[in-house]
């Protein structure tokens, strides 16, 4: 609950003092302005999150491949020296 | 709001989804309305034409989602309103300020006797300066905006009992405090 302060007014605000305010015609270009800002984010973040899953997808490849075994050929090779 | 107007302003909406254009119609209809209501909550001639325009702009960005809930659209753009004279007010961190007409101070009190005299007024004013704030936020769409209690709470986001109950005790704190008849239709 906030604090307010209440002033009286004498006189009434008349139409044509509110006239100067309205224009419908920037209220479209506003609208449309936010619409295209709305529209590049969506598409900015798109991309973003996919940008995010293709990295998390090759670290992870990355990293099965480090995890992987090592060639059985070398492990279980014997070499035989013939003096 | 009759029931033909409500219709005919419904096919407004459905249109503006489609043309933006199509919602001019319901700006100059409201214009003044939603104009009014923000002055008498800044004081600032200025301010309200931008906050104004800001209030259509989110309305129309959000045209998508309107859905007839039983109240005129204007209930809707009185909420947007008000949430935008609330983000300004927390933005700028000042005491919230309610400009009220002498005339409609007037109105509200009906005379019991003859001495509704200017000191009374400063009173009256004086003693709307301790209410809780949203009890006057309630007062002035009921009082001042002519709202009924169903469509204060859907502006407020209150329940319906929530409001009536606010009005009831900043008037009968009126009634008890200055004696006075309020103009009340309970």
Known sequence: MGKHEIRLRRQRMSARGSDRYRNYNAVLKQHGNEKRIKQITRIFTFFLLIAVII?????ITRWEKKQGPKPQSKTNSTSVKLV | MTEDEIRKEEQVIER??????????????????????????????????????????NALNNINRYEFRGFPFSAWLYKIAGNEVNKHYRKNKGNKIFSIEELKVRELVEQGTDDLNEELITQLIRYMNELPTDMIQVLELRFFEDKDFKEIAFILDMTESG????????LDKLRTNFNLKVKYDG
């Open chain 1, 55 to 59: 990295i998390i997808f090759m670290a």
């Open chain 2, 16 to 57: 503006s989804k489609k043309d933006p254009r199509a919602f001019g119609e319901l700006y100059e209809k409201y214009f003044d309305r939603i104009f009014n209501y923000i002055y008498r909550q800044t004081d600032d001639e200025e301010l309200a034409g931008d906050l104004c325009s800001q209030t259509f702009v």
């Open chain 2, 163 to 170: 409001a009536k109950m606010r009005t009831y005790r900043a």
